[in-house]
């Protein structure tokens, strides 16, 4: 093979949606994109999952909502978004043909709200899928109450699936008892792929004020001190339904993209490391591009799961 022409295929089909390269912006530290126009190229993402939309605007968590943490952070932003009418109208135009595919986390407080959005953001311009949270740490109601009981799961994933055709991604948390128990749930209800994971739930003190740091006290743990925990429920996901996964949790690295993608993950994507470098997709994808060169492999899809093999 000649090593100068040689380009290997990142391409990959996660859940019906054609990615140019398995890296996605993750929902949440990306916003709607806004603020990285300036930062990055939009090329190195093969997708974007924008902030998560509710219905009706909601004004997320007290402060303090963000603090540091060993190897990580916690935030409790709480889901502040413009809602669905805001985003129709004001963020997607701007994100519309900015070339990576977009995806649009939803959130709810209820099964009726959840497909609310769902059904608004059917047949609108620009949007390639849908990735349903239903396992966020830091709200109070809705949220990860349905991600937390297979049946629950398996009601909301039904109640989103008959309002849109859109390839539904379903987000879940690694809060649970049996998270292989809950994909199979999302899977069986008609989800097109799991993205894992969202954030570990926990707290800090301020020791000087004897009082929680955060002013939600409990938040979501991200960054590299999750990856590990996220790389285990990836490999057991991946082994027990047949829908794609979509891997996440402290990526910050093409070597830790490659872990997850030999674990069985279609896809990843990339949250907390995007604060501190912006650049990181990029990193990413030359660095995949380097490994399929030095193992003379011609596409990305034949690492997925190579390490169960």
């Known amino acids: 093979m000649n090593e100068k022409t040689f380009k290997p295929d990142l391409s990959?089909?996660?859940?019906?949606?054609?990615?140019?390269?398995?890296?996605?912006?993750?929902?949440?530290?990306?916003?709607?994109?806004?603020?990285?126009?300036?930062?990055?190229?939009?090329?190195d993402l093969g997708g974007i999952i924008v902030k998560g939309i509710s219905p009706e605007p909601w004004a997320g968590n007290p402060p303090p909502r963000v603090t540091e943490t060993p190897s990580g952070m916690l935030n409790a932003i709480g889901l502040q978004n413009p809602g669905l009418e805001k985003f129709l109208a004001e963020d997607l135009p701007q994100l519309r043909g900015s070339?990576?595919?977009?995806?649009?986390?939803?959130?709810?407080?209820?099964?009726?709200?959840?497909a609310e959005v769902a059904s608004g953001l059917e047949g609108a311009e620009g949007i390639d899928g849908l990735e349903l949270n239903i396992s966020c740490p830091n709200v109070k109601a809705g949220g990860m109450a349905f991600g937390t009981d297979p049946d629950a799961t398996r009601r909301?994933?039904?109640?989103?699936?008959?309002?849109?055709?859109?390839?539904?991604?379903?987000?879940?948390s690694p809060?649970?008892?049996?998270?292989?128990?809950?994909?199979?749930?999302?899977?069986?209800?008609?989800?097109?792929?799991?993205s894992l994971i969202n954030t570990l739930g926990g707290m800090l003190i301020d020791t000087g004020?004897?009082?929680?740091?955060?002013?939600?006290?409990?938040?979501?743990?991200?960054?590299?001190?999750i990856m590990p925990v996220a790389l285990k429920m990836v490999w057991e996901v991946a082994g027990a339904v047949?829908?794609?996964?979509l891997g996440m949790g402290g990526i910050t690295s093409a070597d830790d993209a490659l872990q997850f993608i030999m674990a069985g993950a279609r896809a990843v994507a990339v949250g907390t490391g995007l604060f501190y470098d912006p650049d990181l997709p990029a990193q990413i994808k030359t660095g995949l591009i380097e490994y399929l060169k030095q193992e003379n492999l011609t596409h990305l899809g034949q690492l997925e799961g190579a390490a169960r093999r």
Not at 104 to 111: A, D, E, F, I, R
Not at 160 to 171: A, E, N
Not at 209 to 223: A, H, I, R, T, Y
């Open 12 to 43: 990959v089909n996660l859940a019906g949606i054609a990615l140019d390269n398995p890296i996605l912006a993750a929902s949440g530290p990306f916003g709607y994109g806004h603020e990285y126009r300036e930062l990055i190229d939009f090329k």
């Open 99 to 114: 070339g990576p595919r977009l995806v649009v986390n939803v959130v709810g407080c209820s099964l009726e709200e959840y």
């Open 156 to 172: 909301v994933v039904e109640a989103v699936r008959r309002r849109t055709g859109l390839p539904l991604l379903v987000k879940l």
């Open 175 to 194: 809060n649970v008892t049996s998270i292989v128990a809950i994909a199979r749930a999302a899977e069986a209800a008609g989800a097109d792929g799991i």
């Open 209 to 225: 004020q004897k009082k929680p740091l955060l002013g939600n006290v409990f938040g979501g743990l991200s960054g590299p001190a």
């Open 242 to 245: 047949k829908i794609p996964v």
